[in-house]
Nanobody
């Protein structure tokens, strides 16, 4: 029923930009905090960014501050991750997640999220 579908991943050169999208269905999107996480091979899933119901709070992990921006369009049930100045260490599968705690909290903890997308691959070449 609940579906989160990521798109926009691909292969880019270091210093380039990419915009990821996550289209949600089957949930109350406007009352779901949303997050982006990433996972490189043989590594733990890592928090990247999150956003509250209307975008009032947008925490980012330190390694992407100043380069990445998370945003949402509740009319389109879509959350975005704009990634600029990409580095090879950004290479990972990026996952979209939805938190239906019905609190306007943008958590950095993966365990707080209820639904996950299948992921989209981002590869940054040197």
């Amino acid at each position: 029923q609940v579906r989160l579908v990521e798109s926009g991943g691909g292969l880019v050169q270091a210093g380039g930009s990419l915009r990821l999208s996550c289209a949600a269905s089957g949930l109350t999107f406007s009352r779901s905090a949303m997050g982006w996480f990433r996972q490189a091979p043989r590594q733990e899933r890592e928090f990247v960014a999150a956003i509250t119901w209307i975008g009032g709070r947008t925490p980012l992990t330190d390694s992407v501050k100043g380069r990445f921006t998370i945003s949402r369009d509740n009319a389109k049930n879509t959350v975005y991750l704009q990634m600029n100045s990409l580095k090879p260490e950004d290479t990972a599968v990026y996952y979209c997640a939805a938190d239906q705690s019905f609190r306007s909290i943008a958590s950095a903890e993966a365990s707080e999220y209820d639904y996950w997308g299948q992921g989209t691959q981002v590869t940054v070449s040197s």
